[in-house]
């Protein structure tokens, strides 16, 4: 019968090893076989021996001595039920027989709503955010561990109708997001067939408006769709799965702490403000902030969201919007919303007044809310009952900017319907995979992940977000099926999650930096909103009609974008001629062809780019290497730094190492 040595307390707590005749090593030197981190525990401190059919513990010399049920000994025959404490830690010896016993009669214990007993083949999962993320990691899941997982979503932003569970509306507190995102065909393609189906059965719900890019797969371009949708479709199908429990709440990890450590899964979607996520904030680690910093300062920009139905073609919306870096629409059959990048003195001015109190509040830059406009053409937020301070001064800078705005996307100012703002703040996390509890006898261990906006930052363009959560989802999805057998789940199932990860928070790095930066002609990096402010300052440039008549900014303007149709031409039919645009951009007033041009144009190698493709780290035909196997005499000759014969002379370099394929 096989023995076993069991973590009571401390880093090792859940986690066995069964006994064998090699001797068992405790110490704080990384070479043991269980490392104790406590500082009261020496390099080599304790040992298990195998002797005449006994396990025997002996101290190897320790500083602070090694105790057997609280007495000191230097050694000891272990007997089942013997409690061993080293430094700070403790262990269990334990026949695997008994052991195994004790776990069977934990499963007799009655059912009582605090701690549920679930059939341990069971995968069960908490997740708190129901947001498009959420829903898509829930749904993969459910789909790839079929009648083996059992989830539960959590989400402040539903309500209860009946039986059923659905998205509260503006009356109960919720604003529903009508923001129009760019999903890529590589993210689309990566989910269900039910899910595709149920996001793109309707062609009145999505459109084509961008064109084929080098991240397309088999020719898809990407598809625009409204959040809202996206939500509501995936809720939908969510109810319809009996593996799926919807839970109509905000997740709070404290009132939750007792039923989580029956969870082996916590996957944090509440997005880049989660709370959840802070909790557990000592085990994924600080966030930092100096690679989004610019001379010692955290680059943060504030964009403003204008809700509009614009009368352009699409082809001319897309060349407008790649061609300058202060607007960007993105739209849904020309009704979307309009971004609005703001300088420093502009964001100050975002503000909302209560026409009541005649005070100043910050609901639409802090919350943020959405201000729709009423019949008396004031922007009125639901919430807090304020106005839109800029709209009432219809002679501010920050209005006259905006209607500009909406003139270089064709939209008249009675189609502008709401105003909202959004703030771009950029962060690296070092890590999105965290043990949040070991695993115990009678506790699976539970593993918590940051996914979405949780994990990586949003930026300029829209749906990268959504993008990055949709990869994140796949690739947790993934990670688990492969890993999930039934028994405690371990770091190392999850490498290939956390490489993905990575990657895509590289990717979004660099995304979001030159989305925000730009590189002037004496090569000094600036922040895009600085040089935009610092052109509103300057008095337009000169042309042939008179000094100040923005005609030099116009004919720079017209040639960037010659050189965008250009390459866009073959993959966007339809796009408008020099005389179309020099006739619209003769609309603009000076100071914005101005700002428009200082702006700079996108960097789409860069912003629009190939996306990280985490297929790379799932392919089922990967090949796994691993070292050849060696004959004993060698392997001791090879750890006495000899060899048996020179590496060179088999055409190898020195250290390396020859490998076989599996598989």
Known sequence: MSSVIVGRTGPFMGQTVVLGTAPLRFGRKNDNDVVIVSASASRLHAEIVAENGAYVLHDRGSRNGTYVNDRPVSRYVLSAGDVVRIGDETFLFETQEALETVMDLSRLDPLSAASPVADPGLLRVTVAGGGPVGLAFALLLEEALAGRVAITVYDGRWIAAGPSVVWKDETQGNVRRQQVVTIQSRQYLALTEEMRHALFRDEDRFSEMWPVGPDSVDGRPPRNIRIAYVEDRLLELARSKPAIRLVPSRFDPVEQEERLTGEHVLAICEGGRSRTREHFGDRFGAADATVYSLDGEHLQDVVLGLRVKSSLRDPMSVLLTVAQNRFLLNSLRGEGFLNMRLTREEARNVVGIDPVRQVFEECIAARPCVMSRHEDNEFVCPTHGTLFLPALLRGSPLWKRIQEGLRLFGVAEDDLSAVTSFRLDMVQRPRFTAQLSRATPTTPGT???????????????????????????????????????GRPLRDADFIRHEAAMSMLQYRHKSRAWNAMVTTDEHGVTRAVKDVIARSTEQPPSSGPAGPGDGQSDLETLLERMREIRERLAPRLPGMPTDEELRGHLGTLRPTTLRTLCDSGAWDTLIVGGEEADIDLFYQSDAPVYVARPQEPKAAAEERRGGSPRDPRVAGHEPGAQEAVPLG
């Open 447 to 485: 593993y918590g992940f940051l996914l979405g906006d949780a994990a990586n930052a949003i930026h300029f363009w829209p749906g990268r977000g959504l993008n990055s959560g949709l990869a994140s989802a796949v690739s947790l999805a993934r990670s688990l099926s492969r890993a999930w057998r």
